[in-house]
């Protein structure tokens, strides 16, 4: 089984930063993408930013030139580092990884997506 675990979300002021991190672990294989998803009270989850396993990037475009997606590929780990906060950017966070194979038994399994819990991050104007 697959765990995800995210940190870094908090208060921040409008204009302020903040850095979220999202830790696999498991036995895992490869993973094809992974990627910072966010969800408004009363909206849909929606996709802020996602890396994929060659390093290629995909932002929301409310948040070009202001979120910035990376990685560390020996911890397992991705990071969103969040410029520049708009009160609109507060929302719960949640990291996926999408595409997973696992090692179980000595064998490669695909198993598909994992969330992880969500953190929380509000910008007061």
């Known amino acids: 089984q697959v765990q995800l675990v995210e940190s870094g979300g908090g208060l921040v002021q409008a204009g302020g930063s903040l850095r979220l991190s999202c830790a696999a672990s498991g036995s895992i294989f490869s993973i094809n993408a992974m990627g910072w998803y966010r969800q408004a009270p009363g909206n849909k989850r929606e996709l802020v930013a996602s890396i994929t396993s060659g390093g290629s990037t995909n932002y929301a475009d409310a948040v070009k030139g202001r979120f910035t997606i990376s990685r560390d590929n020996a911890k397992n780990t991705r990071y969103l580092q969040m410029n520049s906060l708009k009160p609109e950017d507060t929302a719960v966070y949640y990291c996926?990884?999408?595409?997973?194979?696992?090692?179980?038994?000595?064998?490669?399994?695909?198993?598909?997506?994992?969330w992880g819990q969500g953190t929380q991050v509000t910008v007061s104007s």
């Open positions: 996926n990884a999408e595409g997973v194979t696992e090692y179980r038994a000595g064998a490669r399994y695909y198993t598909g997506d994992y």
